[in-house]
C-alpha cells in the first residue's frame, strides 16, 4: 500500500461564466487574480495546487481569508468540480466517479467537519453521531451502539441523550467531530473545526485531537486561518496566497526557511523556542570535525528532536559542545554559536 493518502495534482478552481478561457489566460502567467477578476469577471479560486497527504498524517492547509484553503479541501470530496486537475484518494480517481460510486466514497471513505457544527439541534447527540450510519441503512440497536462507543471517545459521556441544542459551542463542536468519526472514515476533512470557539476552548480542543489523531490513525486535511493552530496541530502544513500553494513543510521547515517575504510576514510572530529542534539546529558531525578537530569523548547528548528552549537551558553556564543523537549515534554538534544563530532568525554571528 502506497505511503501516499491524498494526490491533488495541477487542480485549477475558476469561477465565472467562462472558466475555461480563463484558465487559459491564467496558465500564461501574465495575468494576476485582481486583474482576472477585473477584466474577465472571474476569480480564481486555486490556482495550479499540486500536493500529496502521507498515510496517517495531519497535513493542515492554512491562508488568510480568500486565500482558497477551503475552496481546494472541498475538491477531495468533490463538493466542487475542478475546472482542471485530478484528485486522487487511496487510488481512486475522484472526478472520474458517476453519482452512486460518489454517494457510497463521500458515506464511507470521507467525512467532513465543518467550522458551524451543522448538527441537528432537536435530535439528541447519539441521533447526531448515528446520522451516516443511519444514511447507510444500518439497523438501530448498531448504530446506537457505535455511537455510545464514539460519545465515550469524545468524552461526552453522560450527554448521549441531550439534545443538541442544549450543549455548548465547544461540545456540540465534539459532536460534530465524533459524528465524522462514528462513519469510520480513512480521511478526515476538517473545515476552521474550532475557529469558533472561545481560545481556552479552541485549545483543550487541539490537544483532545491531537490524542484522538494519533489514538485513530485517520488521514486529516485540516483548514485553518491560524498560524498557531497549524504548528499545533500539523504534521505538515501549505501555506496558500491567492489560490495558489506558497510552501509546504513541517512548522519547523517553514519558520527557519520561508520560501519568500509573504511566508516570513506570517511566521514572523511564532516562537522558535519550541518548534526548531536539535537536527535543524546542528552542525553534521563529519563537517563539525573538519573544521574543530575530532569531538571529546564526554559530550553531553540529546536526541535529535530536543527542542530549542531546551538547547538554550543547557547552554547557559556551560557553553561545551552538545552531542546530537539518533538512533543512539552521533549525528551532529551543536555549539553556543549555533544556538545564538538560530535565536536571532538566522542572521550571521561574527
Known sequence: MSDTAIEIANVWKIFGANPLHVLNVARG??????????????????????????????????????????????????????????????????????????????????????????????????????????????????????????????????WGNKFAHELSGGMQQRVGLARALAADPDVLLMDEPFSALDPLIRRQLQDEFIKLSAKMNKTTVFITHDLDEAVRVGDRIAIMRDGAVVQIGTAEDIVMHPADDYVADFVAGISRLKIVKANAVMTPVAQFVHTHGPLGGDLRQVPESESLSSLINMAIGDESPIAVTRAEQTVGIVTSRDILRTVIEGADVA
Open 29 to 158: 502567467g501574465a495575468f494576476t487574480k485582481q486583474a482576472l477578476l477585473e477584466q474577465h469577471d472571474a476569480v480564481v479560486g486555486v490556482a495550479d495546487v499540486s500536493l500529496a497527504v502521507k498515510r496517517g498524517e495531519i497535513f493542515c492547509v492554512m491562508g488568510l481569508s480568500g486565500s482558497g484553503k477551503s475552496t481546494l479541501v472541498r475538491h477531495i470530496n468533490r463538493l466542487l468540480e475542478p475546472t482542471a486537475g485530478s484528485v486522487i484518494v487511496d487510488g481512486v480517481d475522484v472526478m472520474s466517479l458517476e453519482p452512486p460510486a460518489l454517494q457510497t466514497f463521500r458515506n464511507h471513505k470521507v467525512a467532513m467537519v465543518f467550522q458551524n457544527f451543522g448538527l441537528l439541534p432537536h435530535w439528541s447527540v447519539l441521533d447526531n453521531i448515528a446520522m451516516p450510519l443511519e444514511i447507510r441503512a444500518i439497523n438501530k440497536n448498531e448504530r446506537m451502539r457505535i455511537a455510545a462507543k464514539i460519545v465515550s471517545l469524545v468524552e461526552l459521556d453522560g
